[in-house]
């Protein structure tokens, strides 16, 4: 039984299109997370929910929109691909509210994304 | 802003050697420290956590850390590497109070396990 999981693993697309990652936590977790992972590895986190309410939004193009359906699920639609946004994109997701910040989160497998 | 430095972005050991993995953080007030493991093409695992508890912190696959707030550091360790440890480690911290949760990453160190 996957944890948090994320569709598709991998995405290979040509510059300018539009896609979707789709990611959705069985734990039972309020609150879920973006993380980007470019090709240095080091992560950065793009955007939080907790219950549906965006409660996290970094520095990120306006081309990226997340959305949350309900708290299982949260999904990031990209617009106008372009190359710089090649990476492997995490979805993650932790017990609790916003207040407390000691929660561990727990991480999908990423998706790879690839602009051509 | 809060950072993270993990010094040293490859460590190479051999087998049964002593693993150490060094993070210091970089805040006056200390953070929620954590531990993750990043196996190739894979997602991230937590291996431990410090959030105010004891200072000597134990965590899976035979890994414990020590906080210590003297040094600003949360070093990683284990006694004996085997060749399945061997996969990329990410230090990692919350601020306290900060609000969302948000983990901000060091930028890795990968271990090299060697025969």
């Known amino acids: 039984d996957t944890a948090v999981s994320q569709t598709p693993k991998y995405l290979v697309t040509q510059m300018g299109n539009d896609k979707s990652i789709k990611c959705e936590q069985n734990l039972g977790h309020d609150t879920m997370y973006w993380y980007k992972q470019d090709s240095k590895k080091f992560l950065k986190i793009m955007f939080s929910y907790n219950n549906k309410e965006l409660i996290i939004n970094e520095t990120v193009p306006n081309r990226f929109s997340p959305k949350s359906p309900d708290k299982a699920h949260l999904n990031l639609h990209i617009n106008s691909l372009e190359l710089g946004d090649s990476a492997v994109y995490f979805c993650?997701?932790?017990?609790?509210?916003?207040?407390?910040?000691?929660?561990?989160?727990?991480f999908g497998d990423g998706t790879r994304l690839s602009i051509l | 802003a809060q950072s993270v430095t993990q010094l040293g972005s490859h460590v190479s050991v051999s087998e049964g050697a002593l693993v150490l993995l060094r993070c210091n953080y970089s805040s006056s007030v200390p953070p929620y420290l954590f531990w993750y493991v990043q196996y190739p093409n894979q997602g991230l695992q937590l291996l431990l956590k410090?959030?105010?508890?004891?200072?000597l912190v134990k965590g899976i696959n035979g890994f414990e850390a020590e906080f210590k707030k003297s040094e600003t550091s949360f070093h990683l360790t284990k006694p004996s590497a085997h060749m399945s440890d061997a996969a990329e480690y990410f230090c990692a911290v919350t601020p306290p109070g900060e609000y969302g949760n948000k983990l901000v990453f060091g930028a890795g160190t990968i271990l090299r396990v060697k025969s």
């Open positions: 993650a997701s932790s017990l609790g509210q916003p207040e407390i910040s000691n929660q561990p989160q727990h």
């Open positions: 410090y959030t105010s508890a004891a200072t």
